[in-house]
């Protein structure tokens, strides 16, 4: 599985909260996904929808930082990803 697939491709866990942060700017798709990622239970998937090229790379850093891993970035058919995020803990 790469990190870049469309939304259809492959079969994951499906994500048990969804974050839009279309159309808004880095930092903002991390900080909201740092503040609402304990509303889900550990090892739930959080799906970050964001259209900022920077979240792209810099969501997948943030979970090295903190631990989270990365499952996997989606492009989106609109434009944008789909960043799917596992809680660690």
Known sequence: MTSRQT???????P?????DALGK???I????????INQVPRNGIVSVLADDP???TDI????????????A?????GGGW???VRRNY
């Open 25 to 27: 700017k880095c930092p």
């Open 73 to 77: 970035s989606y492009e989106l058919p």
């Open 82 to 84: 789909a960043i799917h």
């Open 29 to 36: 798709p991390i900080i909201m996904l740092a503040e609402q």
């Open 54 to 56: 920077a979240a792209f």
């Open 7 to 13: 939304a259809t491709e492959g079969s994951t866990q």
């Open 60 to 71: 997948p850093a943030w979970c090295r930082l903190k631990s989270h891993h990365h499952v």
């Open 15 to 19: 994500p048990a909260l969804t974050i």
